[in-house]
């Protein structure tokens, strides 16, 4: 397995060279005017107004929050998808039971209001 | 005759395995296999950028006749070098870095943002033995790969220092962390079948039993696709990236290569959305007649061609309805489609020496595929006349409202007047 | 020196650098990076001990989930303000992770190895010596490891379905997450304003104020109304 990863390895440095050798050469091909108007923050041609302070909302944090629920559920099926085939009728049935836990937290979350806009 | 058809079948084994051979007669060993891997990455990295390349192209074309015109036709015969205008304008433009930006971050973004859509490649079988690695968790790897490029974002969207990119930024990663968990429930109906997470062998079980898993599992694979595009940002779930929405989101401050890069780094996960789809559900590079390599790229191009149809075709969504979309819809009904394979698996058997183990009703294997089938339709259907009678009452819920407040508005007009 | 061993020491000095970096940098959206980078080492570790599935989940979990989370629990609380002093008790948080270490060491140390042994063997393999008398490997490559390493994700996902082995602790993690997100929720949840024993005075006294600023509102109309108009409304209120 570790051999099997190695060419992961290889292709992670390879192609992060490759890939960083475009913005370089960008850098180099392009013109350099820069001047304060072109560097000042974007915001619809008008002046910033205040330091870059974006209203953050709880929505996004519970979002990310029933996201870890899921995920970790996920992780936790894959294995069991994979011995599923030699797998006796009552570890199917612990499992769904799983899978309802998840589920019974994503209705939980929807009668709560959390999935309400973003 | 037999030998110059497998040398036409196996050509791109042979070249691999010719070019392998002469470099681990130069190098020693360690070394040698170093340098075969690096230059196979650089194959395979070559071959997708031409293809996104080309279908950047294709896609303009595509559009374009979709919405009754005819697109660029100026750069070069029929606007056939339009990449290579596009890449040369690129590279000439200046790169104009905002004077507040966190140097490293900004520009490490786009870079990091392209490796990973790259990295997905390693684990696709393009042949029947041409492959980066065949990891023996291989869609798992690409889950993984996809779930760690939403850092990318975040950087982006941060070392702008600024708040409207932060802002798309973060509706991005929301977006982008919602799709995932459909893409990976949607998984496990075919893991559970096929026994391995190799891609190799989920594509080898689909020959050998004849029977692609888009007859299996309809509905996985339609949740698949959904999630997918909205995973790669494409349209009609292009809020990412579209030029009218919050300033042109989290990419609002790069430009010129940089801004290409990311370009580029979103065809290429589309891309890899696309060849991953016919791996695991048409039937991969297997096929009757023609040499693998060329069946991978039909019906890659077959199903990147249903993308570009799908972005010419319908309008935007709007974020809440997509995130309603996925948490209200796709994930309920995966789950559920889940536990309903996950009963069927075990009742509906089909090999007999698993009866004698755990049990089950023997059936052959078109019958269990088609149950499967019919089960996921049935689900499918269900949860759509469902959403559909829920949203039906929103909407009716809606209307009356409107139509109270008019009223309500309409009489304290006429007191004002009296 | 094998190649595993270069990458195992490349590793190791990713993650204890990314990590110092991770307490002594200034700006909190780097250490959270940092952090990440570390997660990413990590990973790397769980190939070299032919752990491929835990590589990838760690990717997923902790890269793809806990470190978005992470991200979007610090822009909650402080915004894009981030640039932070260094702890003030920071003599005091070293002599206690000291003392934590220790008494971890003491109690986890596996037992038939013994700690002089573990640091001379391990300069022993910087120079590309053997460990007991055999070449040095993560993982040993002989016959029972080969079996377990082939099939080891296949017997977990077996074993996690099994009652008698980790089927119960598998619906108790679940409950647990499930505990979590209930909990999250429930302290996220929006408040009305008169929640507290303190906002509801303040909403009592914002409640009183109103009053009496409509009451002076209606008194100046009707001071301020022209007679004909005060007419129509009397007579309009009959």
Request: charged letters at 15%.
């Amino acid at each position: 397995m570790r051999t099997d990863f190695a060419f992961v390895g290889v292709m992670l440095l390879v192609v992060f060279g490759a890939v960083a050798v475009v913005p370089v050469l960008n850098g180099l091909l392009g013109p350099k005017k820069p001047n304060a108007a072109k560097q000042a923050t974007y915001e619809c041609g008008m002046e910033t107004v205040g330091d870059a302070w974006v209203q953050f909302r709880v929505q996004y944090y519970l979002f990310a929050l029933i996201f870890v629920l899921f995920d970790v559920g996920g992780v936790l099926l894959f294995p069991f998808a994979l011995a599923y085939n030699g797998v006796a009728i009552w570890s199917v049935l612990v499992v769904m039971l799983f899978a309802g836990t998840l589920l019974a937290g994503l209705f939980y979350a929807w009668r709560k209001g959390v999935l309400t806009w973003d | 005759m037999d030998a110059i058809f497998d040398s036409i079948n196996n050509l791109v084994k042979i070249i691999g395995d010719a070019i392998a051979g002469l470099v681990g007669s130069l190098l020693p060993h360690p070394i040698s296999d170093i340098v075969v891997m690096a230059l196979g990455t650089l194959a395979i990295f070559i071959v997708v950028l031409t293809l996104c390349a080309g279908l950047t192209y294709l896609e303009r074309k595509l559009v374009a006749r979709i919405q009754d015109r005819i697109g660029p036709n100026m750069a070069g015969p029929k606007g056939l070098l339009l990449p290579i205008a596009d890449a040369i304008k690129l590279f000439t433009k200046e790169l104009t870095t905002p004077a507040a930006a966190d140097k490293w971050v900004y520009n490490l973004a786009p870079i990091i943002v392209m490796v990973f859509a790259v990295l997905t490649y390693a684990v696709v079988p393009f042949a029947p033995d041409v492959i980066g690695t065949n990891l023996n968790i291989g869609v798992f790897y690409i889950i993984a790969i996809g779930s760690a490029s939403t850092i990318a974002i975040l950087m982006a969207g941060w070392g702008s220092r600024n708040k409207f990119s932060l802002l798309g930024a973060f509706r991005t990663v929301a977006q982008l962390i919602g799709y995932e968990v459909p893409m990976l429930l949607n998984l496990i109906p075919i893991i559970m079948l096929t026994g391995s997470m190799s891609l190799v062998d989920i594509v080898e079980r689909q020959w050998n039993t004849g029977v692609p898993f888009l007859i299996y599992f309809p509905l996985s694979a339609l949740c698949f696709l959904i999630s997918g595009l909205a995973e790669t940002g494409r349209s009609p779930v292009d809020l990412l990236e579209a030029e009218s929405e919050i300033v042109a989101g989290f990419h609002v401050e790069y430009s010129g290569m940089k801004f290409g890069l990311i370009m580029i780094g979103e065809y290429a996960n589309s891309l890899a959305i696309a060849v991953v789809f016919v791996s695991l559900f048409l039937g991969g590079y297997r096929g009757p007649i023609l040499p693998p390599y060329l069946w991978l790229l039909i019906k890659t191009l077959l199903v990147f061609f249903g993308f570009m149809w799908l972005r010419g075709t319908l309008p935007r969504v709007r974020i809440d309805q997509l995130l309603n979309m996925n948490w209200k819809f796709l994930v309920p009904i995966s789950v559920v489609h889940i536990l309903l394979i996950m009963f069927e698996g075990k009742l509906f058997v089909t090999d007999p020496a698993r009866i004698a183990a755990t049990g089950g009703i023997l059936v052959p294997v078109l019958l269990q595929a088609v149950i499967m089938g019919g089960t996921s339709i049935g689900l499918l259907l269900g949860g759509l006349l469902l959403a559909g009678r829920s949203v039906r009452g929103e909407r009716l819920q809606h209307d009356a409202d409107m139509t109270a407040r008019r009223t309500a508005n309409q009489k304290a007009a006429m007191a004002l007047v009296k | 020196m094998e190649v595993s061993q270069i990458v195992f020491l490349i590793l190791t000095v990713t993650l204890l650098g990314a990590a110092a970096l991770v307490v002594t940098t200034k700006n909190l959206f780097h250490a959270a990076l940092y952090l990440i980078v570390s997660f990413f080492s990590v990973a790397g570790m769980y190939v070299l001990l032919e752990a491929g599935f835990f590589a990838a989940a760690q990717l997923l979990v902790y890269i793809g989930a806990i470190s978005i989370l992470f991200i979007f629990a610090v822009m909650l609380t402080r915004g894009t303000a981030l640039i932070t002093p260094l702890n003030s008790q920071a003599g005091a948080v070293g002599v206690m992770s000291a003392i934590m270490f220790a008494i971890l060491a003491v109690f986890l140390w596996p037992a038939p190895i013994r700690l002089q042994e573990v640091i001379l063997g391990g300069f022993r393999l910087l120079r590309g010596g053997t460990y007991g008398g055999e070449p040095w490997q993560f993982v040993p490559n002989n016959a029972d490891t080969a079996a377990v390493v082939n099939n080891a994700t296949l017997r977990l996902g077996a074993a996690l379905g099994d009652f008698a082995q980790y089927g119960a602790l598998l619906l108790l993690s679940g409950a647990l997450l499930l505990v979590g997100v209930i909990g999250s929720i429930w302290v996220a949840r929006e408040r009305k304003i008169a929640d507290t024993r303190a906002d509801r005075s303040e909403a009592a006294a914002d409640a009183r104020h109103e009053a009496q600023l409509e009451s002076e509102a209606e008194a100046r109309e009707a001071a301020a109304l022209p007679a004909g108009a005060h007419a129509a409304s009397v007579e309009g209120q009959h």
